[in-house]
């Protein structure tokens, strides 16, 4: 179980960093109910912090074929669209999930969600 843990926060740390990087987060608000739970487990498993890169393209990938089939343009929720809508509500797991990646964001840039279901996709198809 410690074992676990330990690979969790590094595959977090990483996931965190990427994500950043590229101005991207993990929609907390997207109305999903244990999704935080669901990606602590895949994370848990093994060490993916090379696999990073491609498990968030292929994340991003899915965020753009789900906008393709909805006729939809891409990102379409965005931090400013985000808050003049009516929230989903939030999933507290994902919150803990994301507790710890306070990682300082660049105000000037807007940041891009990535669906939780999307990541976890993209976590079953890079590192399943």
């Known amino acids: ?10 595959n977090r740390g990483v ?3 990427n994500l950043n990087q590229r101005s991207l987060s993990i929609d907390e608000n997207s109305g999903t109910k244990g999704a935080g739970l669901v990606l602590r487990q ?3 498993v093994k060490d993916i912090t ?7 393209k ?3 990938e899915i965020e753009a074929g789900k906008s393709q089939r909805h006729h939809e343009s891409p990102w ?9 809508k009516s929230k989903p509500s939030k999933d507290r797991t994902l ?6 990646d306070a990682v300082e964001s660049k ?3 807007t940041t891009q969600f990535i669906h939780p279901h999307s990541l976890e996709s993209a976590l079953s198809l890079i590192s399943g």
């Open 95 to 100: 919150a803990n999930f994301l507790l710890d």
């Open 42 to 44: 895949m994370m848990s």
């Open 107 to 109: 105000p000037e840039v």
């Open 76 to 84: 379409g929720v965005t931090k400013a669209s985000a808050e003049s």
């Open 58 to 60: 292929c994340a991003v």
């Open 15 to 17: 996931l965190a960093s």
């Open 1 to 10: 179980r410690e074992q676990g843990s330990v690979v969790f926060r590094k």
């Open 50 to 56: 090379e696999e990073m890169d491609d498990v968030i």
